[in-house]
Antibody, heavy 121, light 107 residues
Framework: EVQLLESGGGLVQPGGSLSLSCAASGFTFSNYAMNWVRQAPGKGLEWVSTIAGSGSTTYYADSVKGRFTISRDNSKNTLYLQMNSLRAEDTAIYYC??????????????WGQGTLVTVSS | EIVLTQSPATLSLSPGEGATLSCRASQSISSYLAWYQQKPGQAPRLIIYDGSNRATGITARFSGSGSGTDFTLTISSLEPEDFAVYYC?????????FGQGTRLEIK
């Protein structure tokens, strides 16, 4: 059974940093691109970042480029998101999600339960 | 950036009725469109991928159609558990984008 479990959320002051983790199980982690998607309170879904299965390629939304860094440790089956220079508008539930399909670059077929990040003084 | 526009914003229907949700892309995305269902307090769930393929475990009451710029999610004979927010998403080009969502509510 595919499982994704996020951790690391919490309250942080504006300008601060936070690191999120997503522990994966039930599939060959290195075969799939992985993603972070966020949802501000009462709002819709916003794609944040994607990393290739090998970790060699990364993509970012303009809203987080230069501040957030996605990475993965395939030996630990874990996805990470390092968030720096946090702003109030980064407040959201952060979900990790797997890209499915035979290529590993398909739709987001499995999602974690999310971890809440609150940026406030 | 490819903009996805969903309509209507809210759809009020009764159990047993059929639902038709629309998603329009600002430029052609071939069939690289997915639909997700999200219930309150839960993570999104993949319903349809690549325009018309049902995800694993999704009932045949859900069907997707369309290609290019116009896509439709159809739910036949609504069940109480179908009332939720539905998002479309494109993976044709970076950045990946989502529509703003359609809320399907019980009338």
């Amino acid at each position: 059974e595919v499982q994704l479990l996020e951790s690391g959320g919490g309250l942080v002051q504006p300008g601060g940093s936070l690191s999120l983790s997503c522990a994966a199980s039930g599939f060959t982690f290195s075969n799939y691109a992985m993603n972070w998607v966020r949802q501000a309170p009462g709002k819709g879904l916003e794609w944040v970042s994607t990393i290739a299965g090998s970790g060699s390629t990364t993509y970012y939304a303009d809203s987080v480029k230069g501040r957030f860094t996605i990475s993965r440790d395939n030996s630990k089956n874990t996805l990470y998101l390092q968030m720096n220079s946090l702003r109030a508008e980064d407040t959201a539930i952060y979900y990790c999600a797997r890209r499915g399909g035979n290529s590993g670059w398909g739709a987001f077929d499995y999602w974690g339960q999310g971890t809440l990040v609150t940026v406030s003084s | 950036e490819i903009v996805l526009t969903q309509s209507p914003a809210t759809l009020s229907l009764s159990p047993g009725e059929g639902a038709t949700l629309s998603c329009r892309a600002s430029q052609s995305i071939s069939s690289y469109l997915a639909w997700y269902q999200q219930k309150p307090g839960q993570a999104p769930r993949l319903i349809i991928y690549d325009g018309s393929n049902r995800a694993t475990g999704i009932t045949a009451r859900f069907s997707g159609s369309g290609s290019g710029t116009d896509f439709t999610l159809t739910i036949s004979s609504l069940e109480p558990e179908d009332f939720a927010v539905y998002y479309c998403q494109q993976r044709s080009a970076w950045p990946i984008t989502f529509g703003q969502g359609t809320r399907l509510e019980i009338k």
